[in-house]
C-alpha cells in the first residue's frame, strides 16, 4: 500500500477534475486524499509547484 495524494487542477481542459472522488477505492495505502488546485490547469509541477512540492512534504512529514 502507498499513501497518495491526489491533485487535480480546476482549470484542466484535457482531463476535468471528477465532480466526485471515484477512484478513491483504487488506493488502499495509510493515507489518501484528493484536492482541487483552483487555479490551475493539467501540467500542475509547473503551474502550481508550490502545490505539489507541498503535497510530497506533507506526505514526508506523515513518516511515508
Do not use: Q
Not at 18 to 41: K, M
Amino acid at each position: 500500500p502507498v499513501p497518495a495524494i491526489a491533485l487535480d487542477g480546476a482549470a484542466d481542459g484535457v482531463h476535468p477534475p471528477p465532480a466526485r472522488d471515484s477512484t478513491r477505492d483504487l488506493f488502499t495505502g495509510a493515507f489518501y486524499a484528493r484536492r482541487t488546485l483552483p487555479v490551475a490547469g493539467h501540467f500542475l509541477p509547473r503551474e502550481a509547484p508550490e502545490a505539489v512540492a507541498g503535497a510530497l512534504l506533507e506526505l514526508h512529514a506523515l513518516g511515508f
